[in-house]
């Protein structure tokens, strides 16, 4: 089975520019997951869909970042203007439902370089 | 504010039993507690998730502290294979989603 898709894998940027990463759930799967993993803060939570719908997303940095999830099977994460201090691993992950008990299921990642 | 606190790094000896503990002392009785490790260059993977009692799969065993404020993933004859960043996390404040997970220990095995 198809795990997690996350596109693109690599993408270097220059500040300022407008950032894009696309994320396929795992079919069937009801909750979307977006972190953040940098060496300093390790794997921080940005934002969490249940049914599409964003329930938290306290982890949001600022404003220049946000998400979207139009159907069951793609959700994006826009860094707009992006900064050098963006410059960090993205994980999508997804996960039967929301409930704490279910296995959270990650992709490869997103690795952003913002120059 | 709810924390998740690991040793930063751990080492074994290929063929002996690891165990990597956990504190996660804000958390609610009916938040379970996972454990995924990381590869490098990897996106982290499931291990073992528990709620009250300890748990086994084919992959580690998960030991509960009574009181739920600790946890240890146990790792019974560590491989080459196992050398990754394991990450201890858990849902705090009851609701759905909020898996907030520790800074993780990087297991190192030796030969």
């Known amino acids: 089975d198809a795990?997690?898709?996350?596109s693109p894998r690599h993408e270097v940027t220059e500040m300022g520019q407008e950032v894009t990463l696309r994320c396929k759930p795992i079919s069937g799967h009801n909750s979307l997951f977006w972190y953040r993993q940098t060496?300093?803060?390790?794997?921080?939570?940005?934002?969490y869909f249940n049914n599409n719908v964003p329930i938290d997303d306290s982890g949001m940095p600022?404003?220049?970042?946000?998400?979207?999830m139009p159907n069951a099977s793609f959700s994006?994460?826009?860094?707009?203007?992006?900064?050098?201090?963006?410059?960090?691993v993205y994980f999508c992950a997804s996960s039967l439902t929301g409930h704490s008990g279910n296995t959270i299921y990650?992709?490869?990642?997103s690795w952003l370089t913002v120059v | 504010d709810a924390k998740t606190t690991q040793p930063n790094s751990m080492e074994s000896n290929e063929e002996e039993p690891v165990h990597l503990p956990c504190n996660h002392s804000t958390i609610s009785g009916?938040?379970?507690i996972h454990w995924y490790r990381q590869l490098p260059s990897q996106g982290p993977e499931y291990v073992i998730h528990g709620l009250t009692s300890n748990v086994n799969n084919?992959?580690?065993?998960?030991?509960?502290?009574?009181?739920?404020k600790s946890s240890t993933l146990i790792l019974h004859r560590a491989t080459l294979r196992d050398a990754a960043v394991y990450y201890c996390g858990t849902y705090y404040g009851g609701s759905q989603g909020n898996l907030i997970f520790g800074k993780g220990?990087?297991?190192s095995v030796k030969p």
């Open chain 1, 3 to 6: 795990g997690v898709i996350q």
């Open chain 1, 39 to 47: 060496m300093m803060r390790g794997l921080e939570l940005l934002i």
């Open chain 1, 62 to 68: 600022e404003d220049r970042f946000s998400a979207k």
């Open chain 1, 76 to 88: 994006t994460l826009k860094i707009q203007p992006s900064e050098p201090r963006d410059s960090a």
């Open chain 1, 106 to 109: 990650f992709g490869e990642g």
């Open chain 2, 30 to 32: 009916t938040d379970y």
């Open chain 2, 58 to 68: 084919r992959m580690a065993s998960l030991a509960i502290a009574e009181d739920r």
């Open chain 2, 105 to 107: 220990t990087k297991l």
